[in-house]
T-cell receptor, first 113, second 116 residues
Framework: DTEVTQTPKHLVMGMTNKKSLKCEQHMGHRAMYWYKQKAKKPPELMFV???????INESVPSRFSPECPNSSLLNLHLHALQPEDSALYLC????????????FGQGTRLTVV | AQTVTQSQPEMSVQEAETVTLSCTYD???????LFWYKQPPSRQMILVIR??????QNATENRFSVNFQKAAKSFSLKISDSQLGDAAMYFC?????????????FGKGTRLHILP
């Protein structure tokens, strides 16, 4: 199984809503990532969980909060988002140390209204 | 800080022809990985090819090959016998080795159009 699975594929939410994006991998990878990608732009790293340690891109606002329940799951909790947060959110995983090739999920297309 | 530069925002190539996408990078590390990722309209980022910096031999995957020039910090992707399914955004990417908070740094991408 070389898949990274993201749910949902599409999400529309209001600015007062609370929602979560989910990401799962069963490759035994010890690093998982959240990226944000705007149209026609490269992915921008938001968070890294590597060996149970969280690294944060300090430009990411606090209305985004990651959660790593176990080494196979990575959630992204969303609260009080703004319309400019509308984007494709990509999850990825990698071994985290020796082999840094990242496997990506298909992404969640988020629209904030 | 490491940077990745793709100077060609868009390129077009005739089907069955060969095209080369350019990428340069900057790093002070001696060991690292370089990647080319493809992102078709389906949105999923797919790894096309990867190169370990300590290997002098250029990586090859079927119709895809790279020209890795470590001293010049250049990492171009050659696509031979272009097919319609190759149409996508291509991202060059860099990753350090053996760092627990390693992250992949992407270039801005090159959109490749295949002309039938």
């Amino acid at each position: 199984d070389t898949e990274v699975t993201q749910t949902p594929k599409h999400l529309v939410m209001g600015m007062t809503n609370k929602k979560s994006l989910k990401c799962e991998q069963h490759m035994g990878h010890r690093a998982m990532y959240w990226y944000k990608q705007k149209a026609k732009k490269p992915p921008e790293l938001m968070f890294v969980y590597s060996y149970e340690k969280l690294s944060i891109n300090e430009s990411v606002p606090s209305r985004f909060s990651p959660e790593c329940p176990n080494s196979s799951l990575l959630n992204l909790h969303l609260h009080a988002l703004q319309p400019e947060d509308s984007a494709l959110y990509l999850c990825a995983s990698s071994h985290g140390q020796v082999d840094t090739e990242a496997f990506f999920g298909q992404g969640t297309r988020l629209t904030v209204v | 800080a490491q940077t990745v530069t793709q100077s060609q925002p868009e390129m077009s190539v005739q089907e069955a022809e060969t095209v080369t996408l350019s990428c340069t990078y900057d790093t002070s590390e001696s060991d690292y990985y370089l990647f080319w990722y493809k992102q078709p309209p389906s949105r999923q980022m797919i790894l096309v090819i990867r190169q370990e910096a300590y290997k002098q031999q250029n990586a090859t995957e079927n119709r895809f090959s790279v020209n890795f020039q470590k001293a010049a910090k250049s990492f171009s992707l050659k696509i031979s016998d272009s097919q319609l399914g190759d149409a996508a955004m291509y991202f060059c990417a860099y990753s350090a080795v053996l760092k627990r908070d390693d992250k992949i740094i992407f270039g801005k991408g090159t959109r490749l159009h295949i002309l039938p």
